[in-house]
């Protein structure tokens, strides 16, 4: 298969045109269009409100840089209101055909190394995802430049006996799009995020062990999450010209990396500074981002967001654990110096301060809440 089944779909071809797919990886890529869809040209990018560094083990033991399509999908729930509503794991080509005919479009995830339209068929196994529209259409946004040629957002028409031979053993998921539920301010979270993750960064550029192609794979996600970021600024008025050095600045270390990989002539400890100067980069920017944004009284509910978030990180329990505490003093590993870091974390998001705090305040969710609303008009 090649570029020759390559269509124009009334649907989907706008939505490919407009989508920032050089800022996204091959699964948020369609997510976005997907999005685009329920929501309108442009509703992708608040994929790129978050500036985070996560990462999780390896395989080696090594931290990496989380990109999973788990990960991916629970952020595109929080800010996109995506929800997977069913799922259907290890299914082929054939049974995929009947079920975007009872369903519609379905957003699958296969191996690359059978998908006949991408540079990686025959080369690489690697997970990558597509949009099956319907049971003969593929819809891929995927924007990338391989060793074996470029990828590029398209649909592509599939025969019966095409698609049946390309997917033996994929993950199919439903996706629904509900109302998202309201934040609070995201250029706050971000700095109380990235300022958290000052440890994770030390810990990370300790533990690397050379240039691998796990690092260079980082170094280009955490560039297109740049991006992405700067993007979503701009889109919403906010445009900034040190998000904007700041991401080139992380394609150029991308590259980098790239090539002193692959060529051993740039030493690795450059590409491994530099690196640890872009992290140390993003955080004082997104506290910077932070530190300029307006003051805007908070809804109730954004209040309440704030609140739940930062009882759930510093705790380190979940929404329902908190939400079946009748008293603060109730919750799991909840002490007067956690209380603390709790205020602050929700005086730092919603930016405000409380000053008089009573002990009535302190009592529960509710009265937190309430306290902060006062203060938030």
Not at 92 to 116: E, K, N
Not at 279 to 289: M, T
Request: charge should be negative.
């Amino acid at each position: 298969m090649n570029n020759d089944t390559q269509t124009y779909d009334r649907v989907w071809s706008p939505l490919l045109e407009t989508v920032r797919a050089n800022a996204l990886d091959c699964v948020q890529a369609n997510l976005a269009v997907v999005a685009d869809r329920h929501a309108g040209a442009g509703a992708h990018l608040e994929l790129g409100s978050t500036l985070r560094f996560d990462t999780e083990p390896g395989p080696d033991g090594v931290p990496r840089v989380v990109s999973s399509v788990p990960y991916r999908l629970a952020a595109a729930h929080d800010v996109l209101g995506l929800r997977v509503s069913q799922r259907w794991d290890g299914i082929g080509g054939g049974q995929l055909r009947r079920l975007v005919a009872d369903t519609g479009p379905l957003y699958v995830v296969a191996d690359a190394y059978t998908l006949g339209w991408t540079p990686y068929a025959g080369r690489q196994h690697t997970d990558h995802t597509f949009i099956l529209s319907t049971s003969d259409s593929v819809v891929d946004a995927y924007h990338d430049e391989t060793p074996w040629g470029s990828c590029r957002p398209g649909v592509w028409r599939l025969s019966t006996a095409e698609l049946d031979a390309m997917v033996s053993s994929a993950t199919a998921l439903l996706l629904a799009a509900e109302p998202v539920t309201a934040r609070p301010s995201p250029l706050a979270a971000n700095a109380c995020a990235m300022a958290d993750a000052v440890s994770s960064i030390e810990a990370y550029l300790a533990a690397q062990r050379g240039l691998s192609d796990q690092l260079v794979l980082d170094v280009w996600l955490l560039s297109r999450s740049r991006l992405l970021h700067a993007a979503w600024l701009a889109h919403h008025g906010r445009p900034s010209t040190a998000m904007d050095e700041q991401a080139q600045a992380w394609l150029t270390l991308a590259s980098q990396a790239y090539v002193a990989r692959r060529r051993a002539r740039t030493p690795h400890a450059t590409v491994l500074d530099e690196l640890g100067r872009l992290l140390g980069e993003d955080v004082a920017i997104a506290s910077r981002l932070a530190a300029m944004e307006p003051a805007v009284p908070a809804s109730a509910d954004a209040v309440r967001a704030a609140v739940l978030l930062a009882v759930q990180e510093v705790l380190h329990i979940d929404e329902p654990t908190v939400l079946a505490a009748r008293t603060l003093r109730a919750l799991p590993n909840y002490n007067s110096f956690r209380l603390v870091d709790i205020i602050e974390r929700v005086e730092t998001r919603l930016n405000v301060e409380l000053d008089d705090l009573t002990p009535e305040a302190l009592r529960d969710i509710d009265s937190l809440c309430a306290a902060f609303a006062g203060r938030s008009r």
